[in-house]
């Protein structure tokens, strides 16, 4: 696990490729769109079964809640409120967002999981494809702003008020990814 701080702390793990293969054939299979719930500018959208969320995801929210927050998690309990897979092609592009709820009433994070990258996507071709975290702060003191180039396997798992964004890219390819909100009550 790595952690990034850009006034909010970004964790980030890495999936083991069983788990990444598993989540693409079940990605697959996905297809109740959700396209219209979301900021993305992406067509194709869907809902991924929570049910079918591995215990090593769920056990690195865990995880988050256990380093960012020295344990303060309720009852070791977290609701997973929605999970989706975006097939990105070229062209499309999520803009600047963020996944907080301001009338639910817990402490919440969001996620995203790479599972497969078209090799457009890479260092010469920066910021084609990438995710970009910004914590809007104009402060020269601090870090404002965090690039990442998508590799198959990452995990990040953020606050959900950090904003973010996912670049276009062009050529052929999808660029798909898993997002996850999850939300959990906590002690004071």
């Not at 084609?128 to 990452?154: A, C, I, R, W």
Request: hydrophobic fraction near 35%.
């Amino acid at each position: 696990m790595e952690q990034i701080k850009l006034g909010s702390i970004i964790e980030k793990y890495k999936l083991s490729d069983d788990i990444i293969t598993d989540m693409l054939h079940i990605s697959d299979n996905c297809n109740k769109s959700v396209t219209h719930m979301l900021a993305g500018r992406i067509e194709k959208e869907v809902e991924f079964p929570i049910d079918s969320l591995h215990s090593e995801v769920l056990d690195n929210f865990k995880n988050y809640f256990d380093e960012v927050f020295k344990s303060r998690l309720q009852n070791g309990t977290l609701t997973v409120n929605a999970a989706w897979v975006n097939f990105q092609i070229e062209n499309e592009y999520n803009p600047l967002h963020r996944h907080d709820n301001p009338y639910h009433q817990s402490f919440q994070l969001t996620s995203v999981i790479f599972l497969e990258v078209p090799n457009i996507i890479n260092n010469n071709k920066f910021p084609d494809g990438y995710l970009q975290f910004s914590n809007g702060n104009s402060n020269t003191m601090e870090k404002n702003d965090h690039y990442v180039l998508p590799e198959v396997g990452d995990f990040y798992i953020f606050p959900s008020t950090l904003n973010h964004i996912v670049y276009p890219f062009n050529g052929e390819g999808i660029r798909k990814s898993i997002s996850i909100n999850v939300s959990s009550e906590y002690d004071n």
